[in-house]
């Protein structure tokens, strides 16, 4: 299952909430820093010490000559004991024009033992990020509640809805609300963006910190606000906590969703991958 988490101006929050939510996901989660603004967690989660040489740009050199679970197994670092696996991003900006952001979309949607989260940041159509974007199974647009988040957030979803081909509604293209009710409620900010509610996180800056800029984690971190709030939040995205949901095994990856849409890929080949996300089974609402 591949998950993209973008975001839009003055909704600060992607990159912790990726984090966050992987590292209470039920089944093994990988996140990729896929921010074509540059990476994070290496300054961020790490504070600075990261192994040299691990990270995207190596992981996509290496795919000329080895598989993927070759690449991301000599590329990916796991920075703490209470933190996932993490590919690290980008060093600079200008590197994300080299990437080919759709191939590599549709080859994290193949991986085998893990759920690949990606961190793609804020949304802009022209940054190549959308290739991967149109492979994921679920994009997850993040949005703070003030006036300004929400205005940026409900552009960035009209755009992502026409750039993914999502109609109204379409769960597959849901909204994550981050500190919700300052001053405006999740509800009331899906209602404004036009696109499903897929949950929130709380305004919980101590654990945000231990995700954004390596704070030490606490006895108490997993029962935090936040780590609770992402650990509902992972099991209703995966349908663990519905018994209804359970598929048999091999049935959570992408099937055509029968709208007779083949997604492209840089390579020119199409996947056809796209299906109802289980949150849509369920109805909506905050997690
Ligand atoms: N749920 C939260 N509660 C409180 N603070 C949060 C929460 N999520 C994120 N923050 C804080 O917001 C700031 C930005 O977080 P983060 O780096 O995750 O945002 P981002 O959207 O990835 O930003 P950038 O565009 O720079 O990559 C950090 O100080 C982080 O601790
Ligand atoms: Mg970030």
């Given at each position: 299952m591949l998950i993209g988490m973008v975001s839009a101006k003055a909704s600060p929050g992607v990159t912790t909430s990726a984090l966050a939510l992987a590292s209470v996901w039920p089944r093994s989660a990988l996140v990729v820093e896929a921010d074509p603004f540059g990476g994070d967690v290496r300054a961020g989660l790490a504070a600075g010490q990261w192994p040299p040489s691990s990270g995207l740009v190596e992981a996509v050199a290496d795919l000329r000559s080895v598989s993927l679970d070759e690449a991301l197994a000599r590329r990916v670092h796991?920075?703490?004991?209470?933190a996932p696996p993490v590919l690290a991003g980008l060093g600079c900006v200008g590197q994300a024009a080299t990437l080919p952001w759709g191939r590599l979309g549709a080859d994290l949607g193949r991986v085998r033992d893990a759920d690949v989260i990606t961190d793609c940041g804020r949304y802009l159509p022209s940054d190549g990020v959308l290739g991967l974007l149109r492979e994921c199974w679920l994009v997850v647009l993040v949005c703070g509640s003030s006036l300004r988040a929400v205005r940026s957030a409900a552009r960035v979803g009209s755009l992502l809805s026409r750039d993914l081909g999502c109609p109204p509604g379409d769960p597959r293209l849901s909204l994550l609300v981050v500190a919700?009710?300052?001053?405006?409620?999740s509800a009331e900010v899906a209602g404004a963006c036009g696109l499903p509610l897929l949950g929130e996180l709380p305004d919980d800056p101590r654990a945000a910190g231990v995700w954004s800029d390596g704070g030490a984690s606490w006895r108490g971190f997993g029962r935090s606000p936040l780590q609770r709030s992402a650990r509902r939040l992972a099991e209703r995205i995966t349908g663990?906590?519905?018994?209804?949901?359970?598929?048999?095994?091999?049935?959570?990856r992408p099937r055509d969703d029968g709208r007779g849409e083949s997604r492209s890929r840089d390579d020119g080949s199409s996947t056809g991958s796209g299906t109802t996300p289980p949150v849509a089974r369920r109805g909506r609402g905050a997690a």
């Amino acid at each position: 299952m591949l998950i993209g988490m973008v975001s839009a101006k003055a909704s600060p929050g992607v990159t912790t909430s990726a984090l966050a939510l992987a590292s209470v996901w039920p089944r093994s989660a990988l996140v990729v820093e896929a921010d074509p603004f540059g990476g994070d967690v290496r300054a961020g989660l790490a504070a600075g010490q990261w192994p040299p040489s691990s990270g995207l740009v190596e992981a996509v050199a290496d795919l000329r000559s080895v598989s993927l679970d070759e690449a991301l197994a000599r590329r990916v670092h796991r920075p703490a004991a209470w933190a996932p696996p993490v590919l690290a991003g980008l060093g600079c900006v200008g590197q994300a024009a080299t990437l080919p952001w759709g191939r590599l979309g549709a080859d994290l949607g193949r991986v085998r033992d893990a759920d690949v989260i990606t961190d793609c940041g804020r949304y802009l159509p022209s940054d190549g990020v959308l290739g991967l974007l149109r492979e994921c199974w679920l994009v997850v647009l993040v949005c703070g509640s003030s006036l300004r988040a929400v205005r940026s957030a409900a552009r960035v979803g009209s755009l992502l809805s026409r750039d993914l081909g999502c109609p109204p509604g379409d769960p597959r293209l849901s909204l994550l609300v981050v500190a919700p009710d300052d001053p405006y409620g999740s509800a009331e900010v899906a209602g404004a963006c036009g696109l499903p509610l897929l949950g929130e996180l709380p305004d919980d800056p101590r654990a945000a910190g231990v995700w954004s800029d390596g704070g030490a984690s606490w006895r108490g971190f997993g029962r935090s606000p936040l780590q609770r709030s992402a650990r509902r939040l992972a099991e209703r995205i995966t349908g663990t906590d519905d018994p209804d949901a359970v598929r048999p095994r091999g049935e959570d990856r992408p099937r055509d969703d029968g709208r007779g849409e083949s997604r492209s890929r840089d390579d020119g080949s199409s996947t056809g991958s796209g299906t109802t996300p289980p949150v849509a089974r369920r109805g909506r609402g905050a997690a």
